[in-house]
């Protein structure tokens, strides 16, 4: 792997025309740390409009990133729901100066607690059309296990108010909490459809080191929930939403017709996308960069004109597992055509005889030139990816 | 050819060997500055970053005494006892030995096993002190025993340091004077000993050869005895730390010979080579069979390399010639070679070498010494392998290799000492004060209990002042019971251990344990079980990692992603399937690393 300073490179270098693009902005900033997060974000807000000069300051320090127009937007975190509707409109105001914005998905992320009346009013005058509103969980339990800052009835409000509101919904739920049974996963699975979201998430509970449940879990204070468990709810999920007319498009997603998730899905199928804020990741051409993780440092590297940018060159085989890893996290699954281009006849060779193991195994399926991971076997995509993995 | 002295230099581990040649070399002018380096005849990349010599390694100096011109042929050899199949047949191509002893350490065990192997080739022994610049040297008592030893005068022991050259023209000369030239009658037909041979990808075979009688010319037919082929010569010349070719070599000499054999079979060390127009009448003797002390199977990694294993080895073996193999088959691992080592620095080189010349990896599984086999109805046989172990209920016994160890240790460590070999079921027969402070330890205990890493724990209770040597004695009846390891309810048969019913439970419980550190948690959770015959002995669990797919896989996790992948996919390279789980290689050598 190659880290390049990117201050080396002219930034024309990053430039290609790709059809559309993304904005991916993080957020840096909660009002609590969940339990379960080692996510980039600091808890206090004191730095906040300061680090909203700095972000407006790098979307003019990176206007030439992208060629291709913008057509979705995500405010990522963090908490983005911090913002106010006028930080939002600065924001994406100064974005439409520097890039040709064509907006047709405009996302932020929100918690509970914010989706008041008020606010989700205020965010009618912005250019943000869909909320993905951090659920989690409908048990006040477990909310304030996850130590989160809202109820499961302040949860229940702000889902309808920001449907009322005509916002297009989509909602996290975890599963495989500690001590998660059947019973509680399908409750929170009815829930969950009673309130007739567009969309829906569902990620197992990982365990990330430094993190407070890592430390519960070091202490034997909780104990992981164990994988088969683990592996029984992910397909429950499955059968259900399927079920209620969702389609399971991406190992954690699922969408009514013709909402799935835009901007999440161009990081899946190499549309580029330009990450602002600190620890945000941009990929454009065969370039992943990413910005320094600290608010502070982030802020003052920016203000000093200076982009505080790591980047690595993708090599053709790092291009190639990545296909290859997100197509096949998807339904729709990886059409080997497109690689026989890109592929080495010697590589294209050995590719071809792993399908053929893949298939006889049954870890993997064939309709003519696409390849897909058939649904009872996705819990185990990792493993069935990293097969398929090229390494020289 | 009165004019040429062949001999190699002996020693204990370390004393020094490489280090003198180094001294030899540089004062004969043989070696330019830019070639010289330190233990520059130790040129495997292996022997440079272990820094002990694993080879034997021959080289031709010129020297020239009171005017008169001499050619010396040196062989460096090993001193670690897993390689003294390497001294035995250097020692076949000499007619002296330059027996180096450590002046700070004095007698060791491979002193002495080392100076057997020579005299009883008839060698002209120069006893030489080395290291004598150490402040920690003794040399007046060092020289004691050496005269005890040998049994020769005081003052015929060089006293030298190859490390300031002190002591190194006077070694070239009694060289000259003491040490016979060859004899053999160069007018007979061509009688060469094959002492060791290499392969090279481009060249073909390398066979390195002592002319016993007649000489042997450039491009003349020759013939190899043993295998009964002939070739023409292709290329002969003498070592120097290139090859120089040659248009003849004569009797006494020391030499190699290319032919363009590229099939590691037709090439034995300890043939002769012969001409076809003139054939000597009878071959040379040759080398003893080697005595493996250890026994593994070896595997590839990748089922399908099997062909190209066996032609690594064969080629191997050609450099190698105290490895010995033969097919075997494992329900676990499918094809690959029961390997005789002749102990486990010798199996670990092998292994190295394997992948590094050859890029071979392997997997090397559990090694155990050879048992035998009593059924009921009387019948006898050999375990070179724990699936030959046999039904207990028509075993009458088993019987297990013993040996007799001799530790010389100081004094204060003859307690810990004890200790360790009452542990490894060893039995003191004898004591003995070499002086007030050094005492001569000796044993019986299974070879079993030895080959594995006795040699480290005795290293460790004696800080390191402890030397070992070891001979069989044996066999002796044994209560042994064969472990299995079973992963999710499947017997793994590479993983199978032959041990003492004593030592089970303890074993058992380690090795699951150790099985669970070194099997990565996969996406299936995994059940490790020892167990002796039906019984269950200790089981242990792996559990599963896969809740991280469905985490979140935002846009700064793609790479992140990737690269974890790709570290799983490379460290399955070295990873076998058996059943549904993924075996890292040194899962199979986890037994060597229990404590
Ligand atoms: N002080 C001192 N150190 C020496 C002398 N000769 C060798 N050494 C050191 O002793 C160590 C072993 O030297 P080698 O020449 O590799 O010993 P060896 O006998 O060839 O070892 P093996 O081939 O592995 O048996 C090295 O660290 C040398 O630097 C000497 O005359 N004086
Ligand atoms: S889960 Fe979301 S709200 Fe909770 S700490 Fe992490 S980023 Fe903040
Ligand atoms: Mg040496």
Redesign the pocket.
């Known amino acids: 792997m190659q880290i390049l300073n990117l201050t080396l490179y002219p930034l024309s270098y990053l430039c290609h025309s790709f059809q559309m693009a993304g904005v991916y902005i993080h957020i840096p900033f909660c009002h609590k740390a969940c339990t379960y997060c080692d996510f980039h974000f600091s808890t206090s807000l004191k730095n906040k409009s300061a680090f909203v000069e700095a972000l407006l300051r790098e979307i003019e320090l990176r206007k030439n990133f992208l060629d291709e127009p913008v057509t979705t937007i995500y405010f990522g975190g963090g908490t983005p729901s911090v913002l106010k509707a006028d930080e939002i409109n600065r924001i994406t105001e100064k974005l439409a100066e520097n890039f040709k914005v064509i907006p047709q998905e405009i996302t932020l992320e929100a918690n509970p607690e914010d989706l008041t009346q008020d606010y989700l009013h205020s965010l009618r005058s912005t250019m943000v059309n869909r909320l993905s509103i951090g659920i989690q969980s409908f048990r006040n339990e477990r909310l304030q296990w996850m130590n989160r800052n809202h109820t499961a009835e302040q949860s229940l409000q702000a889902v309808q108010c920001a449907k009322d509101a005509g916002f297009d919904v989509s909602i996290d739920l975890i599963f495989a909490l500690p001590a998660m049974t059947m019973d509680e996963w399908q409750q929170q699975l009815m829930q969950a459809d009673a309130l007739r979201v567009s969309h829906i998430s569902a990620y197992s509970l990982t365990l990330e080191s430094k993190t407070a449940y890592a430390f519960q879990v070091k202490k034997k204070q909780v104990q992981e929930l164990n994988e088969n468990d683990a592996e029984r709810q992910f397909l429950a999920a499955h059968d259900f939403f399927t079920e209620k007319g969702y389609t399971h498009y991406e190992i954690s997603n699922y969408a009514l017709p013709g909402k799935q998730a835009k901007h999440n899905s161009s990081y899946w199928n190499r549309t580029p996308y330009l990450g602002l804020g600190p620890s945000a990741h941009s990929f454009a051409m065969n370039m992943r960069c990413w910005n320094v993780a600290n608010n502070n440092s982030y802020i003052q590297y920016i203000s000093d004109g200076v982009l505080p940018l790591s980047c690595e060159e993708l090599q053709l085989k790092d291009e190639l597992n990545e296909t290859l890893m997100t197509a096949l996290r998807t339904a729709e699954g990886l059409n080997i055509e497109t690689l026989e281009n890109k592929m080495p006849p010697e590589m294209y060779r050995h590719f071809m005889k792993e399908i053929a193991l893949q298939e006889k195994r049954g870890w993997i399926e064939r309709k003519n030139a696409v390849i897909f991971i058939p649904f009872k076997h996705w819990y185990k995509a990792d493993r069935i990816i990293s097969e398929f993995f090229i390494t020289t | 050819m009165e004019n040429i002295r062949n001999f190699c230099i002996i ?10 040649a180094d001294r030899l070399l540089e004062y004969t002018n043989t070696l330019t500055k830019q070639q010289m380096q ?2 520059v005849l ?1 040129d495997m990349d292996l022997e440079r970053e272990r ?3 694993i080879k034997s390694h021959a080289i031709q100096m010129d020297y020239t005494l009171d005017g008169k011109k001499y050619v010396l042929n040196l062989i ?5 006892v897993d390689f003294s199949y390497e001294v035995s047949r250097s020692i076949a191509a000499c007619e002296g030995a330059l027996l ?1 002893v450590d002046a700070a350490q004095g007698i060791q065990a491979q002193t002495i096993s080392n100076l057997y192997l020579a005299l009883e080739h008839d060698l002209t022994i120069i006893p030489v002190l ?5 402040p920690s040297a003794e040399p007046e008592l060092v020289k004691d025993q050496i005269v005890d030893l040998l049994g020769c005068k005081r003052e015929e022991i060089m006293a ?5 050259g002190m002591g190194v023209h006077e070694i070239l000369q009694e060289i000259v004077h003491r040490i016979p030239s060859p004899k053999g009658n160069p007018k007979a037909p061509l009688k060469a000993l094959i002492f060791d041979s290499v392969f090279n990808s481009f060249r073909g075979i390398i066979a390195y050869f002592k002319v016993i009688e007649g000489e042997i010319k450039s491009g003349e037919n020759v013939k190899f005895v043993a295998t009964d082929n002939e070739y023409i010569a292709e290329e002969i010349g003498i070592l120097k730390l290139e090859k120089l070719p040659q248009k003849t070599i004569g009797t006494g000499n020391v030499g190699y010979i290319i032919t363009g054999i590229k099939n590691a079979k037709e090439v034995k060390v300890g043939d002769t080579i012969t001409t076809v127009e003139n054939p000597c009448d009878e071959a040379i003797a040759g080398f003893e069979d080697v005595k493996p002390m250890v026994f593994a199977g070896i595997y590839p990694v990748d089922t399908e390399d099997y062909e190209e294993l066996r032609s690594s080895m064969e080629k191997l073996q050609l450099n190698d010639a105290s490895l010995v193999f033969e097919p075997e088959s494992s329900a676990a691992l499918g094809f690959g070679f029961r390997c005789g080592f002749l102990g486990m620095l010798h199996m670990e080189i092998i292994q190295e070498r394997l992948e590094r010349e050859f890029n071979m990896t392997v997997i090397t599984t559990v090694p155990n010494v050879s048992y035998k086999a009593f059924l009921t109805n009387g019948d006898q046989y050999e375990i070179h392998n724990p699936s030959d172990f046999p039904d207990p209920s028509k075993m009458d016994r088993i019987e297990e290799p013993y040996i007799k160890a001799q530790i010389i240790t100081k004094a204060e460590f003859i307690g810990a000492i004890m200790t360790l070999c009452i542990n490894k079921r060893g039995v003191i027969t004898g004591q003995n004060y070499l002086t007030t402070d050094r005492v001569e330890l000796m044993f019986e205990m299974p070879l079993a209990e030895i080959v594995f890493d006795f040699y480290d724990k005795l290293k460790s209770v004696s800080k390191g002042y402890a030397s070992f040597d070891y001979h069989p004695i044996g066999y002796k009846t044994s209560d042994l019971v064969k472990l299995d390891i079973r992963l999710n309810g499947e017997p793994v048969d590479a993983l199978s251990a032959l041990i003492h019913r004593d030592h089970s439970y303890t074993f058992g419980k380690k090795i699951c344990e150790k099985l669970k550190e070194l099997i990565t948690r996969q996406q299936f959770e995994i059940i490790i079980q020892a167990s002796i015959g039906a019984k269950i002995i200790a089981r242990e669990t792996v559990k599963a990692i896969r809740k991280d797919v469905t985490a979140k896989c935002y846009g700064g996790d793609i790479s992140r992603k990737r690269k974890l992948l790709e570290k799983q996919k490379e460290g399955k390279k070295r990873m076998r399937q058996v059943g549904s789980v993924e075996i890292p290689q040194q899962a199979f050598l986890a037994v060597l690393k229990l404590d």
């Open positions: 020693a204990h581990i370390d004393h020094g060997k490489s280090t003198l330190a233990q130790d820094g002990i010599t460096d050899t090993p001193g670690h180096i080395n290291k004598i610049d150490l030298a340091s190859g490390k300031t």
